[in-house]
């Protein structure tokens, strides 16, 4: 009996032995890098790496989970690592599995332009791909020229990088796309225009507080230090009740000024009515997080400066005018450009956030009225774009780039003084809403002007090119030779039809009134004729360049214009009953979404 109990015992030990060695000698060859295949056990690696792009995703990255069997057991993942060699040139580290190979998403997203990142969390994380990283809008109600413009509802002008700041003495964008100094862009003033009066159309009433508008006689809720002053006054200009206030001119000593409620503390958007007898400004005090709580002031100074900033001080020039002027600053986007310029560190100034409008100081002697706080305020911000626009148009009826223009990798060049037909365009879709909603002959008058320049020819200082000696065009860069631009050319389309649908119902002479319709009419034949060539398969090109200029390879049109060209052609289908626009359209869209053209 003890003879089996010492075989058993030594049959155990040599059992255990023999597994410990087995085990062993298994971990061993699991920790060497043969190129063989691994078993997975709690973990799965993705085939794809995230880029510094995707810092919308809070934390590390969440690997995804084992895949489980039916009854709910995690089933082992079995891959190889493999070289991928790409077209003969380098190879990448790939991943083997079964028969599919699985390509990073890093090298898939740079080789084929498409976009994704991990999306959700715990059992709801998926990748989110995208073949297009932009989108298209659907019409809504039907197109009419007093309605909202295409998709513009969406578009922020203001917040642009390439918009230095909104003018204190004009009230619209200052560009820096093709001049550091900064310049008036035209289309991006029209732009600017037609997006707040979408956002007027399409958005909710905003939040309104009145802070001052004299009718009561009541100055208590001024607070006044110093010499400064305050009195109730009836403007005999206006023959309305107004603030009359005498305080230093020096912006280090705030003699009168008036609280904002904290009621309004959302509300960013500051109008006033406002004349200075002699030189004064208004500075608006803001509470703003940082790494602490701290105050900056904006003033708007009578001085034609554009912006600058000092510490915790940002100076807008309001202009030298002594006459009644209302002014409406969108407090917000101002605090914003000048941290911008303060910090370049975007970052960093990304740390600077308003909180809330404290109140207004007023120096020098002057006269306010109308003081209001609003959530928003897109008429008025409309309107500065519709009056700019009748300000300075000049005798040609157009509105002059001021800077020089390069195109096709500078083969081709615009000297400042150019004009555009997508600004004449959008130009007259403002001028065209601006009447609509005054009835004010001026705003019509100037989109009528703005036709004359459809008739010469860009080399003669026009914007109307012509494809093989046939097809007029109507130019957004007028070079010569043309590069026949698509979204620009159709800009100025829709304005001609703004334009012609308006003044077929209004008083101007007659001859002026058919200018934009025979425009349009020829417009619309050449579109229709050309749209063909601008089809690459697979999505669009933004110009016709590579049959224009020797050698030139095709302009391939990024997703976001490839989505313009799209939404472009869905507005045009409202107003034209071609089918050529439907189905092109629809066309263009499975191209977003990765659809090719059939091949031979």
């Not at 057991?73 to 599995?97: F, K, M, Q, T, W």
């Not at 334009?499 to 119902?505: D, G, N, R, W, Y």
Request: aromatic share 12%; net charge negative; with cysteine.
């Amino acid at each position: 009996m003890n003879r089996w109990r010492c075989s058993i015992n030594h049959l155990l030990v040599v059992g255990i032995v023999t597994s410990l060695l087995i085990t062993t000698s298994f971990w061993l060859r699991c920790g060497e890098d043969d190129g063989g295949e691994i078993q997975l056990s709690n973990t799965y690696n993705v085939a794809f790496t995230l880029t510094e792009e995707d810092d919308d995703i809070p934390g590390d990255p969440v690997v995804p989970s084992l895949p489980t069997d039916k009854s709910g057991d995690a089933v082992a993942v079995r891959y190889r690592e493999i070289d991928c060699r790409i077209n003969g040139d380098h190879s990448i580290p790939c991943r083997l599995e079964g028969n599919e190979v699985f390509l990073p998403f890093s090298f898939i997203n740079q080789y084929f332009e498409v976009y994704g990142k991990l999306d959700g969390g715990g059992a709801d994380q998926h990748f989110d791909w995208q073949h297009s990283y932009s989108r298209v809008y659907p019409p809504g109600d039907k197109y009419t020229p007093g309605g909202v413009f295409m998709s513009f509802e969406h578009y922020n002008v203001e917040v642009r990088d390439r918009v230095k700041c909104i003018s204190g003495a004009e009230g619209v964008p200052v560009s820096t796309q093709w001049g550091a100094q900064g310049y008036f862009y035209p289309i991006q003033i029209a732009q600017y225009g037609l997006s707040h009066y979408s956002k007027f159309l399409t958005e909710d009433r905003p939040l309104t507080f009145t802070v001052e508008d004299a009718e009561s006689g009541d100055v208590t809720k001024w607070s006044v230090t110093g010499e400064g002053s305050v009195q109730n006054v009836l403007d005999t200009d206006t023959g309305s009740r107004t603030i009359e206030f005498q305080a230093s001119e020096s912006l280090s000593s705030p003699e009168v000024s008036v609280q904002f409620s904290s009621d309004s503390s959302l509300s960013f958007f500051l109008s006033f009515d406002i004349k200075f007898v002699n030189n004064g400004s208004v500075g608006v005090v803001l509470a703003v997080e940082g790494k602490s709580p701290q105050t900056f002031t904006i003033f708007y100074v009578r001085s034609d400066v554009l912006v600058s900033v000092k510490g915790s001080e940002i100076y807008y020039g309001i202009g030298t005018q002594t006459a009644w002027t209302s002014i409406t600053r969108d407090i917000q986007t101002d605090f914003t450009k000048g941290i911008n310029l303060k910090y370049r560190n975007k970052k960093k100034a990304s740390r600077v956030v308003l909180q809330r409008l404290v109140r207004a100081d007023f120096y020098g002697w002057g006269y306010v009225d109308n003081v209001v706080l609003r959530s928003s305020h897109h008429l008025a911000q409309f309107f500065y774009a519709a009056d700019w626009l009748v300000r300075h148009q000049d005798h040609r009826g157009g509105w002059a780039v001021a800077v020089t223009r390069k195109l096709a990798d500078g083969r081709l060049e615009l000297p400042p003084g150019w004009y555009s037909a997508m600004a004449q365009g959008q130009a007259m879709s403002v001028l065209v809403r601006a009447y609509l909603k005054t009835e004010r002959s001026e705003y019509l008058d100037a989109a009528l002007r703005s036709t004359a320049l459809f008739d010469i020819p860009s080399s003669s200082g026009g914007v109307r090119a012509t494809f093989l000696g046939r097809h007029p065009w109507y130019e957004e860069y007028p070079t010569t030779p043309s590069c026949f631009v698509l979204n620009g050319f159709v800009y100025s389309l829709i304005g001609l039809y703004d334009l012609k649908t308006v003044a077929a119902s209004s008083p101007p002479p007659a001859a002026a009134a058919s200018e934009p319709g025979r425009l349009f009419d020829e417009g619309m034949a050449s579109l229709k004729a050309l749209l063909p060539l601008f089809d690459t398969g697979s999505g669009s090109v933004y110009d016709l360049r590579h049959f224009a200029l020797t050698g030139a390879a095709p302009n391939i049109a990024r997703w976001d214009y490839h989505a313009t060209h799209v939404n472009q052609l869905l507005l045009l289908s409202q107003i034209d009953d071609d089918p050529l626009f439907v189905s092109v359209s629809q066309r263009w869209i499975g191209y977003m979404k990765g659809k090719r053209s059939p091949h031979n």
